[in-house]
């Protein structure tokens, strides 16, 4: 099936264009870094290994094992979605992702920590700039964020070149797809009168309330990982 809003993606993944699909990543991301760059590497490698195409519709799912850069690459490239449901998150916290196909046959692509570790040696001075400005939020001149910028995005475009065997460890695997996502009824809380899925209602009081006015227990993603928060 020809899929209109994925064309441009699969003939740049037809013809192995890394540097197109980091491109397109980039208009996603916001900006480039190497994480992104091992997301587009790995998408296409498993796209590629799997010989499928997605049209959005679920065809083939993408399991992340993190939430940083990395999951923008997989995004743009395999079309798993965080909103077309193709899209899973596990919080492990590893530069991790099994792209499957919906007969259970799929590809682990998790990065070499030999190789994850030495970047830092490879780039140091975007590293350095990176602990200063970003990990130590410390005050930084804008020329030196300029600096960091310029130098994550050519870090990120030479990453490109490292052949994917030498930046993740790759494993052919049978997974359990999860099913299809279900699509549920809508309740009106009673409170605010707001529409809320069915599976999201809290019985309280007699009432169908939605979660902020129950003040009950919720999951929230955020850059910390899946954190449960109270509500109140
Ligand atoms: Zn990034
Ligand atoms: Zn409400």
Redesign the pocket.
């Known amino acids: 099936m020809k899929n209109q809003f994925r064309e441009q993606i699969e003939n740049l993944i037809e013809k192995s264009d890394l540097h197109r699909l980091h491109n397109k990543s980039g208009e996603l991301h916001g900006h480039f870094c190497n994480y992104l760059s091992y997301g587009v590497v790995a998408g296409l490698y498993a796209i590629k290994e799997l010989n499928v195409s997605n049209t959005g519709m679920e065809e083939i799912v993408a399991i992340v094992e993190t939430n940083n850069c990395f999951v923008d690459g997989i995004q743009m490239v395999t079309g798993c979605t965080f909103g077309n449901n193709a899209l899973i998150y596990r919080d492990y916290g590893k530069t991790a992702v099994t792209i499957s196909k919906r007969d259970g046959n799929a590809i682990r692509l998790v990065l070499k920590p030999s190789f994850d570790d030495s970047r830092e040696k490879e780039f140091p001075e975007a590293y350095g700039l990176f602990y200063k400005l970003v990990a130590r939020r410390e005050q930084g001149t804008p020329e030196e964020y300029g600096r960091m910028m310029k130098l994550f995005s050519e870090m990120s475009i030479q990453e490109l070149n490292v052949p994917p065997d030498e930046m993740f460890n790759i494993s052919k695997i049978k997974i359990q797809v999860p099913e299809y996502a279900p699509i549920f009824e809508t309740i009106k ?1 009673s ?2 009168g ?1 529409n809320v899925m069915k599976t999201r209602i809290v019985e309280k009081d007699n009432k169908s ?2 979660i ?2 129950a003040e009950a227990e919720y999951f929230e993603l955020n850059g910390n990982g899946i954190i449960s928060n109270s509500g109140k």
Do not use: A, N, R, S
């Open positions: 809380c409170i605010c707001e309330l939605c902020p006015c």
